[in-house]
C-alpha cells in the first residue's frame, strides 16, 4: 500500500528506528512537511528559526541527511551546486520537472523511463541500479508571466 509522508509518518518512523525526536529535529522535519517546495538547507534553517531559535543549521544538516538516507527526502540538484529537499511525495520511485525560472518542482512517475531502462540494461549488458531524471525548463506560470520575445527585443533595441 502506497503512503505519503506526513509529518506524524515520517517521526514514526524515525521513532520506530530509534532515532531521538528532539524540538529541534521536529522543527527539522515540520519545515519540510510543510512545504510544497524543495528547501535548500538554509531554507529549512530559516524555516525552522521561525518557529524555534535553537536550531542550528548543523542540525538541519545532519537531519536531512538522515533523512535522504532513510528514502524519505528527495534531492535535487537545479544548478549543479546546489542541492534542495523536500518530504518524498509520492513515496515511490519518481522523476521531477524543475522549472529553471521560479525553481519549481512537479513530481511525476513513468513507466516509460522504466521500460527506458530495461531496454538499455538489456541491450548494453548494463546492470542498472538506478536512474535519476530530471527535467529542466520554464514552468507554465514563468511562461504565462515572461514578456515576449518580440518585447525582448524591443527592449534591447533588436529590430
Known amino acids: ?8 509518518g515520517i517521526l514514526n518512523k524515525l521513532r520506530a528506528r530509534g532515532y531521538k525526536l528532539t524540538p529541534q529535529r521536529r522543527a527539522v522535519v515540520r ?10 538547507p538554509a531554507q ?15 542540525t538541519v544538516y545532519r537531519t536531512i ?7 524519505l527526502v528527495c ?6 551546486h546546489q542541492r534542495s529537499y523536500l518530504l518524498r511525495r ?3 520511485h519518481h522523476h521531477h520537472l524543475v522549472c529553471s525560472s521560479c525553481g519549481c518542482v512537479v513530481d511525476f512517475v513513468s513507466s516509460d523511463v522504466e521500460r527506458l531502462q530495461s531496454r538499455l540494461a538489456r541491450e548494453t549488458g548494463f546492470r542498472i541500479d538506478g536512474h535519476i531524471v530530471e527535467f529542466v525548463g520554464c514552468c507554465a506560470q514563468c511562461r504565462s508571466s515572461a514578456p515576449s520575445p518580440e518585447v525582448v527585443h524591443r527592449q534591447r533595441g533588436i529590430a
Open 90 to 92: 509520492p513515496p515511490e
Open 65 to 71: 541527511r538522515m533523512l535522504a538516507e532513510l528514502g
Open 1 to 8: 500500500m502506497k503512503t505519503t509522508n506526513t509529518e506524524p
Open 44 to 58: 529549512v534553517h530559516t524555516a525552522t528559526r521561525e518557529e524555534r531559535d535553537d536550531v542550528g543549521l548543523v
Open 31 to 40: 519545515a519540510l512537511a510543510t512545504s510544497d517546495r524543495h528547501m535548500t
Open 75 to 80: 534531492e535535487i540538484s537545479t544548478d549543479g
